[in-house]
């Protein structure tokens, strides 16, 4: 599949990778520029990739409440939250977003985990719940890095107005969006909803307005990597929960949601695994490598890795036992049949400017 | 970041994998090429062979790893680690800034010279190159 600004990429010179189905930039110049741009001042995105829903209908927010382990009653119009769904088992299906507009709940989900999540809704939709896709009508483009907020204020009205993780209709030059402050690599910034049709001219628009660097899925995954936010379908699989994540600040306990009474249980038994970040002195742990501790004996497993382009070390997340899951204990990891040592470290590895 | 026209040097010998060998009697000086390492965009790390390691012609000798992936160094000869170029440790950009200079790998004492009939001058790697593209 083709997003609205595919053609856009090309005549930039971007690579072009498939990714779970789509044809996505993965670097226009080099990933550590990229990287590098959106730290210092603005990179551009185009995320349209990513799934988006429509649900409507009176049983909309029951609907969405019972699958979500965050409290979505309180989201205000306008307001977003992160949440998990979960199964009955408490392991996790996916990561989601919810915006919550006027007359629905807008989410925003995972492309690699679509069909796994779209399934799970269909199966537990229930009578006065619609369920849309709308993926293909919409692009979504991300501003990102400390320069957005200045950038986006050339060409639009009052988005100082917008706070952290809430949205709001906008023009852009000329162009119908609606804009939230959000994002997936630690830095200001917004995700920009349009039209198909309006995408090239909105990007342009953006393009336009700043010193901003185009940005691909390499720079998406380091920046998020430092930050040391996970991606569903890598750092958390059908196999996890989200206590074992460390996601238990998004499980609300007060509320019912699938998959609760398994969750208590595991919290209070204590959990198998805990995902940490982990920091080498040399060498670059990535997805898979098994992790050692101190007498070399396995004792996780690495779920993200690479270079960090700030810190210019290889950096990533993986399950520990959760005895070796404290800062500074020292483990290695198997690259090659070689180990290279390192510690785990708390996240985020880099700290942003807030 | 080395930009622009990929750059292929004469007087070098040349693997269809885009390794290069720059020979002097016994001894051949070892690394990638400007399109491996425009392929790559950024070198972040290089694992090379120690002092003593005997190579063997078109096997893998070592990995070098992008920010995308890892990918292993075929080696255009056969023969023994002499001197290994320590500097791409700390410095692994340097085979993008540098890739037939500064950016070399490793050095190799060859133990069979006929090897080098199998791979291409600057002429035929331009000639690969031009298919390539």
């Not at chain 1, 691909?216 to 074992?244: Q, V, W």
């Not at chain 1, 399950?319 to 070689?338: F, L, M, Q, W």
């Not at chain 2, 002499?82 to 692994?92: A, G, Q, Y």
């Not at chain 2, 800034?97 to 069979?112: H, L, Q, S």
Request: aromatic share 8%; charged share 30%; with cysteine.
């Amino acid at each position: 599949m083709l997003t609205p600004l595919f053609r856009t990429h090309v005549r930039l010179g971007a690579r072009m990778i498939e990714f779970h189905g789509w044809q996505m930039p993965v670097e226009y110049s080099s990933t550590i520029e990229e990287h590098k741009a959106v730290r210092g001042s603005a990179g551009l995105f185009d995320v349209s990739h990513m799934n988006k829903l429509k649900i409507k209908g009176a049983g909309a927010l029951q609907f969405l409440e019972s699958l979500s382990t965050n409290n979505i009653s309180k989201v205000n119009i306008n307001g977003m939250k992160y949440s998990i769904v979960c199964r009955d088992d408490g392991t996790i299906v996916d990561d989601i977003v919810i915006v919550r507009k006027e007359d629905h709940f807008f989410l925003i989900t995972n492309t690699s985990r679509k069909e796994i999540l779209m399934d799970w809704l269909d199966k537990h939709q229930a009578q006065g719940v619609e369920i849309e896709d709308v993926t293909s009508d919409m692009a979504a483009l991300a501003l990102q890095g400390p320069d957005s907020d200045r950038i986006m204020s050339k060409i639009s009205d009052n988005i100082d107005k917008i706070m952290f993780w809430n949205g709001a209709k906008r023009q852009v030059a000329g162009v119908d969006t609606y804009i939230t402050r959000s994002g997936y690599t630690g830095e200001d910034g917004f995700e920009i909803y349009c039209r198909s049709q309006d995408a090239e001219q909105l990007w342009r628009s953006i393009m336009d307005a700043g010193n901003i660097k185009p940005a691909g899925l390499g720079a998406r995954d380091t920046l998020r990597l430092e930050m040391g936010y996970i991606l569903s379908g890598m750092d958390i699989t059908d196999e996890n929960n989200p206590l074992e994540a460390g996601l238990e600040w998004a499980v609300k306990w007060g509320k019912d949601f699938t998959g609760k009474d398994i969750l208590l249980n595991i919290k209070k038994e204590g959990v198998k695994r805990k995902l940490a970040g982990i920091k080498l002195h040399r060498g670059i742990p990535r997805h898979g490598y098994d992790i050692v501790g101190k007498s070399d004996e396995k004792i996780g497993k690495v779920t993200s890795g690479n270079i960090s382009p700030i810190l210019g070390i290889g950096i990533g997340l993986g399950y520990v036992k959760p005895e070796y899951a404290y800062i500074d204990t020292s483990i290695g990891v198997v690259i090659r049949n070689k180990i290279y040592y390192g510690n785990i470290v708390k996240t985020p590895f880099v700290e942003v400017r807030k | 970041m080395n930009a622009g026209k990929t750059i292929i040097k004469d007087g070098l010998l040349y693997t269809d994998e885009h390794e290069w060998a720059r020979v002097e009697d016994d001894i051949a000086v070892i690394g990638i090429t400007d399109h491996a390492q425009k392929e790559l965009r950024n070198v972040v790390f290089v694992e090379l062979p120690g002092v003593g390691d005997k190579l063997t012609f078109r096997k893998d000798f070592g990995y070098v790893e992008s920010t995308k992936a890892v990918n292993s160094l075929l080696s255009p000869v056969s023969g023994e680690v002499i001197e290994v170029n320590s500097k791409l440790e700390d410095r692994p950009e340097l085979v993008n800034i540098d890739p037939y200079g500064e950016g070399w790998m490793v050095k190799v004492r060859m133990t069979n010279k006929d090897e080098l009939k199998k791979l291409l001058d600057a002429k035929g790697y331009a000639e690969l190159m031009e298919k390539l593209a």
